[in-house]
């Protein structure tokens, strides 16, 4: 079956950063598209990044564009997000994502991923 396991998330002080992992098994993820997506203590699960398996594609929220880069390496089958200039509002649980890519292209939305990792902890002190 499908498995996405992430890693790397941790305690760091406001503007480090730390490298999550998502290690995906279980079938082809060719044509799929993998996101990250977060959820803070109260609040809702929002999207944070999405890449094309090919890589040839990403798309960013607005919050952390500039700051977090996603990526792929197929031959380890695994995604990274790579989170620059941390701040104490991106604290959450992080979760890893995969989905068909839709007609509108990589998607920003819960509902357009088929699985999910159990998610890493990423807490940015102060």
């Known amino acids: 079956q499908v498995q996405l396991v992430e890693s790397g998330g941790g305690l760091v002080q406001a503007g480090g950063s730390l490298r999550l992992s998502c290690a995906a098994s279980?079938?082809?993820?060719?044509?799929?598209?993998m996101g990250w997506f977060r959820q803070a203590p109260g609040k809702s699960r929002e999207f944070v990044a999405a890449?094309?398996?090919?890589?040839?594609?990403?798309y960013y929220a607005v919050s952390v564009k500039g700051r977090f880069t996603i990526s792929v390496d197929n031959a380890k089958n695994t995604v990274y997000l790579q989170m620059n200039n941390l701040k104490p509002e991106d604290t959450a649980v992080y979760y890893c994502?995969?989905?068909?890519?839709?007609?509108?292209?990589?998607?920003?939305?819960?509902?357009?991923?088929?699985?999910w990792g159990q998610g890493t902890q990423v807490t940015v002190s102060s």
């Open positions: 994502a995969a989905g068909g890519v839709g007609p509108g292209g990589l998607g920003r939305f819960s509902s357009e991923y088929d699985y």
């Open positions: 279980g079938r082809t993820f060719s044509g799929y598209a």
């Open positions: 890449i094309s398996w090919s890589g040839g594609s990403t």
